[in-house]
């Protein structure tokens, strides 16, 4: 067997450093710090999402809890519900909150926008039966069709005025509302009713 002489070819030979001094060779070392690091980087990922849970919960969103009865049966007493006020503008249909110390009640409020600005709100306690513009509504929503009068007249028409909003509870029969306080300004919502998150059997958005 013939023998190749590398001298017969134009051949660079390489060490294992590919060509480079030993000192210019930077060796790898292992990681020993590599759990440290898993650690600090879930541990800020976690800080990260908390703080921007707490802001969302402050600026965005509020939980808030449900006291007494009048918005039977959509919600019941003790449930917790999400709330926002973000970018919000009311629409009938809407379930809102107005806050405490106000001038409808000396209690946090929860009602549902039946009538917004402009429109002709038109109530008859006799037949129990709620119009807007002349149009009766259909509201399955209500837990009875039980209407009382907050006052003794038998029948309640208004026009809601500028920046307001008309507003009932579904459970007519004992909710303290619109129909006694009048209609109340949007600039006194604190936010629309988004979701019950508590508790978890009654879980689900809210219509």
Not at 50 to 64: C, D, E, M, N, S
Not at 105 to 128: C, D, F, M, W
Not at 172 to 179: A, E, F, T, Y
Request: charged fraction near 25%; glycine fraction near 6%; include cysteine.
């Amino acid at each position: 067997m013939r023998k190749i002489d590398l001298d017969e070819y134009d051949v660079d030979i390489y060490d294992e450093n590919f060509g480079l001094d030993e000192e210019e060779v930077t060796k790898v070392e292992p990681n020993k710090s590599s759990f440290v690091t898993n650690v600090y980087e879930w541990t800020h990922s976690i800080i990260v999402a908390v703080v921007i849970v707490v802001l969302l919960l402050t600026f965005v969103f509020r939980l808030i809890n449900i006291k007494g009865t009048s918005m039977e049966n959509t919600l019941l007493d003790s449930d917790k519900v999400i709330i926002t006020n973000f970018m919000y503008e009311p629409a009938v249909g809407d379930i809102v909150v107005i806050p405490e110390d106000n001038k409808y009640h000396n209690e946090p409020i929860i009602k549902r926008i039946i009538a917004l600005e402009g429109q002709e709100v038109y109530i008859n306690y006799s037949t129990r039966e709620v119009y807007v513009d002349g149009i009766l509504l259909e509201e399955d929503y209500i837990s009875s069709d039980t209407i009382n009068n907050a006052n003794t007249d038998k029948e309640l028409s208004l026009t809601v005025g500028d920046g307001e909003v008309f507003v009932l509870g579904d459970n007519r029969s004992v909710s303290l509302d619109s129909r006694a306080f009048g209609c109340v300004k949007v600039e006194d919502i604190i936010g629309k009713a988004q979701f019950v998150v508590f508790p978890f059997s009654n879980f689900g958005y809210l219509y």
